[in-house]
């Protein structure tokens, strides 16, 4: 049954190996069943040339259109640049107590800061953001524990700094939330 998995979907291209990584990461840390799903919808019209980049409310919006309602919780996958009107460019988003996010790889590959490729961090890198995502639609909101996934991350480094564990604070928030809701 759907409705107890997480469901990550590709938005593009993405290599099996690092999306298979990805969600043994996921399940083993929000500890529900996850399913690899592939989407064909056209992004093209949420970029803005303008800042050469894609607008993340409106590709949120179309991902919580376009999930399937009987899952437990659905994040859309993406390789583009992101931007919130605010922002310069963020890594993922999500609806705080919501039912979808979003997670780009686009920034955290090492080729962007000019460094080697290194497959291993980019995954390290994804699986936090995404369980970052994951953590603010259960309705976790950012910690101040310098190691916990779910404090902001605003630069790459402060995800390579961070584990992809929630803090003993966030992991108890975390099931009391969902005992309220079983």
Known sequence: MEHQNIILVSCGLFEKSLTGKVALDVSRELHYPVVLKECSLDISHFYNPGRRQYDANK??????????????????????????????YIFGQAKLNGYTGLASLYRLRNELYGLGPDQELLTHRFSKVIIHELGHTFGLIHCSNPVCVMRSSTYVEDLDQKNKQFCI???????????LHN
Do not use: F, H, K, W
């Open 59 to 88: 590709l949120l919006e179309m991902i919580t259109q376009q999930a399937p309602a009987n899952a437990l919780r659905v994040i859309g996958m993406v390789r583009v640049d992101l931007y919130l009107p605010i922002l310069t």
């Open 169 to 179: 604070r966030c992991r108890a928030e975390l099931n009391r939330i969902e005992s």
